[in-house]
Structures are given as structure tokens and as C-alpha cells.
């Protein structure tokens, strides 16, 4: 059946590199791409590569378990991840390409009465933000998912704070999406090509080393995600950011069964359903610092306990593949889009569990910061030097945190 599928044409081209781009963005993953695309589209920017050492969609992007919302509470990312799920909704005209965007709805699921108050306030932050949100009662949640465990003694389900617009998108797809797109309007992606090292004179960026040779820039932007670490310290600098291992999940496909996506309130566990029939779920972080993309037995134990207590029919589902990306987790749970010390450098990373959400929006923005050297009017609280200032922005971000 294969021969029929040959003799397509790719869907981006795959060129050497030019001796001089006015923009580099290193990092083919969803926040790179989405940079160069609004880069060449909004901002009119004609001469921009993307550097990615592997190929694109093979880091986070094409391993997270693809959920988006923007249920935040805090004054500096309720209104960035909203702006975010404006551009999801309007992606893939923008694009031309079927991402998928399904906005299935989330709910929060309420376990406690202080954490009624806690996600009431949370949802009047959304409401203040322009953003839907509905709080739910016990009853209105069982109508939508019967079988949870409600009666739980320890956890009983008390309700759930909902966001409609809220739901998932193919994942791997956003990549190829931008990737198209920006290649359309002239950017060049270069696959297999790591950066090395950076050239800084004078305390400017003049390009980057690689493993193709030099590649000279007017300015660069690094947008890593998990090895943010490693290639600023390419560049002398120290970041406010950890690299840890996030695992996902997938069971065997089933009938449809989960209209939507659930964050666990009590423990560390979210899952929705794919289109395929399986149940994606994940739950939190491998507790040490790795750079490897793939994780341990402890968290599959504690991913799967928590599934247990929330809906325990998941222990009859088999689990068919399980992996793991590299987090950039930064100290208040926020990420970064600011300029660097080094002139012509430029940061983008620390999105934690929450990067895909932000996919648009974090392009948007970082190629605002690029093209005019200003922030983005919903990026302006993502600065380095909230660290040094105490400003934090302390949102972990996560569906379970009142905060
Ligand atoms: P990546 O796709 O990792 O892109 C970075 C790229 O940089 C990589 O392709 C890498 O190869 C490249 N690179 C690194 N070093 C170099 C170098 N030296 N030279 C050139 N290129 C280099 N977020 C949500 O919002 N919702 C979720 O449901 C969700 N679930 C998740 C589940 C899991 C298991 C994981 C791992 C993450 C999840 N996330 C989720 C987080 C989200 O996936 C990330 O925050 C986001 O994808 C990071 O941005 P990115 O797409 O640009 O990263």
C-alpha cells in the first residue's frame, strides 16, 4: 500500500546553510518554529534559519500529552496563556495546515472545600482575564464523567472547575503546521545541525558555531526547552532553570469514553482520550536532574496510583507505549522571553510542564522581542531579572495547584 505514498512533495525544503542570516533561532521544536513563522509572517523578517540538531518535532513537542487551556490565576500568565489559546483557535487557518485543535473542555477536579475557594478565585481571575470558566457542582461533573470515584474516603469528588475552550491538539502536527508555514515565507530550517558554541565579540553575538560550520546572525534566539542549561552555558551564562524528565503515557485504544480532558485534584494525574481511542495520561516529574528522555519505575508507579484513585477502570486498560521529554523547569514555575547580558542574544525557555499550552503565544511574543527589541505588551513579566529582583511570578502551573 506504501507505493502509493511515493513521489510527494516535502513539505519544506531542506537547505544548506547561508553564511549570514539577520535572525537564528536554534531549537526546531514548537517554540522555535512558531517564532520563525511569526518572524516571517507578522513581522516581515526574510532572512531567519532555525537551527535544530535532530529533526524537528523529536523534543517536547512531539512528546507532550498535547493538552491546552489557559486556566491560570496570576497577573503575569492568565493573560499570556489566553492570548495563547486565541492563536489556537484561529492556528490552523493562519497556518493552512490541520493541527487537530479540538477544544474538548478541561475540569479541575475539586476534592476539598478550601480548594473550591482556591479554584472559585482562579476561575474570577480567568473571568477578569477575558478567559471562560465555570465552576461545577459534584452532580454536574457526574453527568459528564459517571464512573470517577466519587465516593473516594480519602478524595471524594466535590466538583471541578471547567474551562470549555480548553482541550487538545495533535501534537507533532503544530510542528509541521509552522514548520510549512515559515518555510513558505522563505525561512530556512536546517534539520541535523547542532549548535556548538556561540561567537561573542565585544559582548556581541556575531553567529553561531555548529557542527555545519559558522552561521553568521545579526541577533540570536535560543529556544531549547529542556537544554536551555547547556547552550546558554555556551555562552558564559548561568539560568534559573533545572532540566528534568516529564513522562507520558498511552493505553491500548478503547471506545470512546472520555469526552474530555481531567486533571486529578489529589494527586499528580491528568488524561484525556486520543482520537485513536487512547487514554494519554501523565502526572509529574522524575524528581533529579537528567537530560535523558526517558524516565524511571517510581513516577510510572505514582502516575498510575493516582489513575487508580481517581477512576479505577483504567487498571483493566493495558499500557501500550510510555516515554519521556526534557523539562525546562524554571524557580517560580514561569517562563522567560528577554534579551541576555550579550548583545543580539536572546532568551526564550523555562515552560516547565506548561510549554505546549504556550506554543503560539510564546512565538508571538519571542519574535516580537526579535524583530522590534522590545517585549511583547503580554510578555512583559517574563524577565531574567525577576530572579534577581524577587518579582517572582510563583504559578506551578499544573492542573492540581490551586495556584
Ligand atoms: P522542544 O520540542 O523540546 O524543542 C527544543 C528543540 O531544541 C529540540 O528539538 C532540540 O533537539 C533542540 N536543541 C536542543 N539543543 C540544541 C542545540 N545545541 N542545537 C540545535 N538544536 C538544539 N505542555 C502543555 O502545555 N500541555 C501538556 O499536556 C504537556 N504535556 C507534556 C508531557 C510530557 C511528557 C512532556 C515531556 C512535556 C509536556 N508539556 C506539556 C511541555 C511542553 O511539551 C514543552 O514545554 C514544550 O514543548 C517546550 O517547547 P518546544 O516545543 O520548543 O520544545
Redesign the pocket.
Known sequence: ALTGHEGWTPAWRDPEPKAQYDIVV?????????TAHYLAKVYGQRKVAV???????????????????SNYLLDGNEPFYEFSLKLWEGLEQDVNYNAMVSQRGIINLIHSDAQRDAFTRRGNAMILNGADAELLDADQVRKEYPYLNFNDARFPIKGGLAQRRGG?VR?DA??WGYARSADSHGVDIIQN????GFRIENGKCLG?E?SKGFIGAGKVGC?????SG??MG?AGMRLPIESH????FVSEGLKPLLPGVITFGAGHF?VSQSDKGGLVF?GDLDGYNSYA?RGNLPVVEDVCEGGMALMPMIGRARLLRM??????MSMDGSPIIDRTPVEGLYF??G?????????PA?GYCFAHLLARDEPHPTATAYRFDRFRTGRMIDEKGVGNQPN
Open positions: 536554534i531549537g526546531g521544536g514548537g517554540h522555535g518554529l512558531a537551527i535544530e540538531k535532530g529533526w524537528i518535532g523529536g523534543g517536547n513537542v512531539g512528546r507532550n500529552t498535547t493538552i491546552i487551556r487538545t501534537h503544530v510542528a545541525c547542532e549548535v556548538t553561531v555548529t529556544a531549547v526547552a529542556g537544554n547547556r547552550v555556551m524528565v516529564l513522562q507520558a491528568y501523565g528522555q516515554w519521556g521529554g526534557i523539562m525546562d526564550n525557555g515552560w516547565c510542564y506548561g510549554g505546549f499550552k504556550a506554543t510564546s
